[in-house]
């Protein structure tokens, strides 16, 4: 466990840094946060959703939370694609996290079979993780990276499961940064409106909405969450819940359609303030936001009442060369059955966008590790 005085102390540093990027300072806070991240992670081997193993990495099983904790195993880059496409692990940082290990143990799995490390080899292991999800730029922008060490290093194993783990180290200091600054934007009473699962579940460290909301509770704010439920996967009720439960963070769920409704009574009959925090799967340029469908409702919801919409994501979530998001559809049995049980005729037809998108303008902040940036947004 860690001391919580330590933890607020470092958290005081991350704020002076960000504040006066000091490069000095910089590599001395990096340092402090290392510490606190092989402290939480066991030596960087363990996080909520996963855990690295000699010949695998482990996957808790999302898909079964909160009911069943089951641990999956995954050999080579085959098996992390068909955790990330099946939605074992899900939330745009993870499926960067886990892609960049799914390189290492699928080039361990090679040399274990004495075969050659070559680029050939690589661009196969690559192309398998690429072909998951679309959606979510942390998966790109990951593999991107894992190339470029497989390039300097020629394939030295030591020097690629260094930089998957960098790569996770980068997004728990994001997390931490991220929650610091969206914490600001949190009433001191009032009520937070949520979509999806943003914690510690989707990312490596805390979260990104979530850990604003988790930073908050932490200086004492007083407000509630309303989680979307997200149908259809229902990330809201089953992991968002299942986060907020173990935090202690009082919160209600709501079914996604009664957020106006929600959001107008909650205007209308009390004196509190509401703030809209979401992630991010992709956010392009001019600030445009792919996030889990219902977004642009909030978004929509939020505009109409003149309530302040934020969107968090860690810099890894901006894509700067695209002009525009693939979203990603997932099969119509996800909207025609519930749990496994068919509630809709066999024979109908149905949309299952997983995502949505938000124009820039109905957000009112964008926050990343480097802090809240207002319309119009330009990240160059
Ligand atoms: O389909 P999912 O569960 O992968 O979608 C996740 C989201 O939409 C999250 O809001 C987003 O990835 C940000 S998570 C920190």
Redesign the pocket.
């Known amino acids: 466990m860690i001391d919580e005085n330590y933890l607020n102390s470092v958290r005081q540093s991350f704020i002076k840094l960000v504040q006066e990027r000091k490069r000095k300072e910089f590599e001395k806070i990096l340092e402090e946060a290392q510490k606190i991240f092989y402290e939480e992670t066991e030596g960087g081997k363990r996080h909520v959703w996963f855990r690295l193993e000699d010949g695998y990495i482990e996957f808790l099983d ?1 898909r079964l939370l909160p009911h069943k904790e089951e641990w999956v195993r995954c050999y080579d880059e085959r098996d992390v694609a068909s955790a990330i496409k099946s ?1 074992i ?7 960067g996290i886990s892609a960049s290990f799914g390189v290492f143990y699928g080039l361990k799995k090679r040399v274990q079979r004495r075969e050659n490390l070559t680029y050939e080899v690589f661009k196969e292991i690559k192309e398998t993780l690429f072909n998951t ?1 679309p ?2 730029f ?1 998966l790109q922008k990951a593999l991107d990276e894992m190339e470029e060490e497989f390039k300097a290093s020629g394939g030295d194993l030591d020097k690629i499961y260094a930089r998957a783990k960098k790569i996770w180290f980068s997004d728990f200091l994001s997390c931490y940064l991220i929650g610091m600054w969206g914490s600001e934007v949190i009433p001191q009473d009032g009520f937070v409106f949520t ?5 510690s579940l ?2 490596g460290g805390w ?4 850990s604003a909301i988790k930073f908050a509770k932490k200086l004492g704010k007083n407000f509630e969450v309303i989680a979307l439920e ?1 149908r259809p ?1 229902l ?1 809201g009720s089953r ?1 968002t819940a299942w986060e907020l439960l173990k935090e202690k963070i009082p919160f209600h769920l709501i079914v996604d359609s009664s957020a106006p409704f929600m959001m107008k009574k909650i205007l209308d009959e009390t004196p509190k303030s509401i703030s809209v925090l ?4 992709r956010i392009l340029r001019n600030g445009t936001t ?4 219902g ?1 642009f409702m909030l978004a929509i919801s939020a505009k109409i009442f003149s309530v302040p919409f934020y969107v ?3 810099s890894t ?1 901006i894509d700067k060369n695209s002009e525009y998001i693939v979203i ?1 559809s ?1 099969a119509e049995d996800e909207v025609k059955s519930f749990s496994g049980i068919q509630v809709a005729p066999k024979d109908a037809k149905a949309f299952n966008f ?2 949505d998108i938000t124009p820039p303008d109905f957000i009112s902040g964008i926050i990343t590790e480097e802090g809240i940036f207002s319309y119009p947004y330009n990240f160059d």
């Open positions: 999302q939605m692990v899900r939330g745009a940082p993870a499926i999800r959606t979510a942390n979509i999806c699962n943003t914690g989707a990312t979260g990104t909405a979530f997200t996967f990330q992991l979401t992630g991010a799967d792919a996030n889990k469908i977004t968090l994501a860690p979530t990603e997932r997983v995502f």
